[in-house]
């Protein structure tokens, strides 16, 4: 199994950088795994989007689904030679998000292009050898976490999620991790609805994941001290999938599970 980062930014794609995305492959298996913005154009070194098995959404946020608007557009008028129609599975509301921006008679021909499979909490699909599955977890909209296994690996993504017991269950005794940060400090009383590097890396120590890679950090957060912090609580090795200093130096690492 092949994990490569599209993306890692949140909130906002900068240079070299687009919003959360991931390609994940398994022999002739390509699940793009968050559509953030800017993925679509990273994509497209790797794969051509015909070869694209399946787009798998973690959650409704533009951050992490924006780039389907776009990719709707590739598929219908851009004779990219998809043989039928793709299949997406995102929360419910991500269809209706899309048919707001194409216009409400949008719809038939949105199905034509893209074959809707809303996700459910407990919720698994085959493709070829790849086998997904996927939780429900704390985020402030409906949100879930995947899990990949092919070939004898195992990969888990967080989405975006506060800690809840459905990651730790989702996550036991994966290869890797791949978590985001996306909360720096927590203020007082403020509902938790991201991870700060500390709970990602005890996520990892506690569903024991053998490696941790931090994706979707704070704003601001410097991945350095991302990885220093979510280390301290982690016996594994950590990585960021971003490279502290300036934001044209981002490097989107291809890893190996
Ligand atoms: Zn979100």
């Known amino acids: 199994m092949r994990l490569t980062t599209l993306g890692v930014s949140s909130h906002?794609?900068?240079?070299?950088?687009?919003c959360t995305g991931m390609l994940v492959e398994h022999g002739a298996v390509s699940v793009w795994v968050d559509a953030g913005p800017g993925t679509l154009a990273e994509?497209?070194?790797h794969l051509a989007l015909a070869d694209v098995s399946a787009v798998w959404i973690s959650h409704g946020h533009a951050d992490h689904a924006a780039d389907l608007l776009p990719t709707f557009y590739a598929y219908r008028y851009g004779h990219v030679g998809a043989p039928a129609a793709v299949t997406v599975l995102a929360p419910e509301e991500v269809r209706g998000r899309l048919t707001g921006f194409l216009?409400?008679?949008?719809?038939?021909?949105?199905?034509?292009v893209f074959a809707f499979d809303a996700l459910g909490d407990g919720g698994r699909r085959r493709f070829g050898g790849m086998d997904l599955r996927w939780a429900a977890v704390r985020h402030d909209v409906p949100a879930f976490?995947?899990?990949v296994e092919a070939g004898g690996a195992s990969l888990v993504y967080t989405g975006d999620s506060a800690p809840c017991a459905a990651l730790d269950q989702l996550a036991r005794g994966c290869d890797l991790?791949?978590?985001?940060?996306?909360?720096?400090?927590?203020?007082?009383?403020?509902?938790?609805?991201?991870?700060?590097?500390?709970?990602?890396?005890?996520?990892?120590?506690?569903?024991?994941a053998r490696r941790l890679l931090l994706t979707?950090?704070?704003?601001?957060?410097d991945a350095a001290e991302a990885v220093r912090r979510?280390?301290?609580?982690?016996?594994?090795?950590?990585e960021a999938?971003?490279?502290?200093?300036?934001?044209?130096s981002v490097v989107l690492p291809t890893v190996d599970t």
């Open 177 to 208: 991790l791949v978590s985001e940060a996306g909360t720096d400090r927590r203020e007082p009383g403020e509902p938790p609805v991201h991870l700060t590097p500390e709970e990602a890396g005890e996520l990892a120590q506690r569903s024991g």
């Open 230 to 238: 979510a280390s301290a609580r982690f016996d594994g090795p950590v």
């Open 12 to 18: 906002y794609p900068v240079p070299g950088a687009p």
């Open 103 to 112: 216009g409400p008679a949008s719809g038939p021909e949105l199905d034509r």
């Open 241 to 248: 999938a971003v490279v502290s200093g300036s934001p044209m």
């Open 145 to 147: 976490a995947l899990r």
């Open 216 to 221: 979707h950090l704070a704003l601001g957060l």
């Open 43 to 45: 994509l497209q070194r």
